[in-house]
């Protein structure tokens, strides 16, 4: 069965160092989201991606972020200037073609990054 | 941002016993859909409801996606150990545009053996 994947699965970083996440989303799939999840919180919505630029983003997703697609497969999300409150569990997710209510967004394993 | 409220936040019971989780808001939901998710891991999908009063099963899960399309129940009868995770409910909302999901806090459920 089709999935999304990302890597790495955990991250440990410095304050102020630059980080990647990536995600290899549904091969068919073409819209795509960013989530993160800081430790025993809601997960809350970062930012949405399609046709090769960003559709939406949250007041969370400030200039320190920024999203790619740079080969048509990996999906990434870079933090410029790590926060320790950046730590948190970043969960990739996928859509399919269709734009219709009932299309189930599909979510990675996520990355864990913690900023020390 | 449409908010989604979960009750109760945790519950604890006994193997075979049936439980409940309620997913509400003051918003109309386009669809809803109920995510479990383990510690460490992302939230896995178990069923998308689109159509008011609509109830589907899996296996010994019951949903229901109220009438007003503004909230949702998670059934689940003699429940194992298996069930326990964390259940989360995220829907799209009627206003946005790619259909980025709002998550409800989810309901922390653990079914004792």
């Known amino acids: 069965e089709p999935e999304v994947t990302q890597t790495p699965s955990h991250q440990v970083t410095q304050m102020g160092q630059e980080v990647i996440l990536r995600c290899v989303p549904i091969?068919?799939?073409?819209?795509f989201y960013w989530y993160r999840q800081i430790l025993g919180q809601k997960v809350e919505f970062l930012v949405s991606f399609y046709n090769n630029e960003i559709s939406e983003k949250s007041e969370i997703f400030d200039d320190q972020f920024s999203v790619e697609r740079p080969d048509g497969s990996n999906f990434t999300l870079k933090i410029r200037s790590t926060k320790l409150e950046d730590s948190a569990m970043y969960f990739c997710?996928?859509?399919?073609?269709?734009?219709?209510?009932?299309?189930?967004?599909?979510f990675g394993q996520g990355t864990r990054l913690t900023v020390v | 941002t449409q908010l989604l409220e979960q009750s109760p936040q945790f519950l604890s019971i006994q193997e075979g016993e049936n439980l409940t989780v309620y997913c509400n808001s003051s918003s109309v939901f386009s669809s809803l859909q109920w995510y479990r998710q383990e510690p460490g891991e992302g939230p896995v999908l178990l069923v998308t409801v689109v159509t008011g009063g609509e109830v589907k099963k899996l296996k010994r899960l019951t949903f229901q996606f109220g009438d007003a399309r503004k909230d949702s129940s998670l059934h689940i009868t003699a429940a194992q150990p298996g069930d326990t995770g964390l259940y989360l409910c995220?829907?799209?909302?009627?206003?946005?545009?790619?259909?980025?999901?709002?998550f409800g806090a989810g309901t922390t459920v653990t079914v004792r053996a």
């Open positions: 997710a996928s859509r399919t073609r269709e734009v219709a209510p009932n299309t189930e967004a599909f």
């Open positions: 091969s068919n799939h073409l819209y």
């Open positions: 995220a829907g799209p909302g009627e206003v946005s545009n790619d259909y980025k999901l709002s």
